[in-house]
């Protein structure tokens, strides 16, 4: 069982930047990807970035509302991802969501979400 804790969330203006972080405990040998979904209110959650590595490789995937913004990466030694957001924009307020996919078959993990607001 893998267990994630985020952090950085806060409040914004439009334009400014934030960095997400997203740790893993528990059984963290068997993580090959990790990414962030986020949730606004009324909306459904929606895939924000992912990172997958097999070996030394990683290979990440953006939305297209954040490519160009937002920098998704990895710290194998501290088994954590990160979410760098730059050009923040009032459409990007929403609960950010960490997850954790295992190599193999098993429920995803999630983090308890952190609050993100964009606002002047």
């Known amino acids: 069982q893998v267990q994630l804790v985020e952090s950085g969330g806060g409040l914004v203006q439009p334009g400014g930047s934030l960095r997400l972080s997203c740790t893993a405990s528990?059984?963290?040998?068997?993580?090959?990807?990790m990414g962030w979904y986020r949730q606004a209110p009324g909306k459904e959650r929606e895939l924000v970035a992912g990172?997958?590595?097999?070996?030394?490789?990683?290979?990440?995937n953006y939305a297209d509302s954040v490519k160009g913004r937002f920098t998704i990466s990895r710290d194998n030694a501290k088994n954590t991802v990160d979410l760098q957001m730059k050009g923040l924009k009032p459409e990007d307020t929403a609960v950010y969501y960490c997850?954790?996919?295992?190599?193999?078959?098993?429920?995803?993990?999630w983090g308890q979400g952190t609050q993100v607001t964009v606002s002047s």
């Open positions: 990172i997958t590595w097999r070996g030394y490789t990683n290979y990440a």
């Open positions: 528990g059984s963290i040998s068997g993580i090959n990807a």
């Open positions: 997850y954790a996919d295992m190599s193999w078959a098993s429920p995803r993990s």
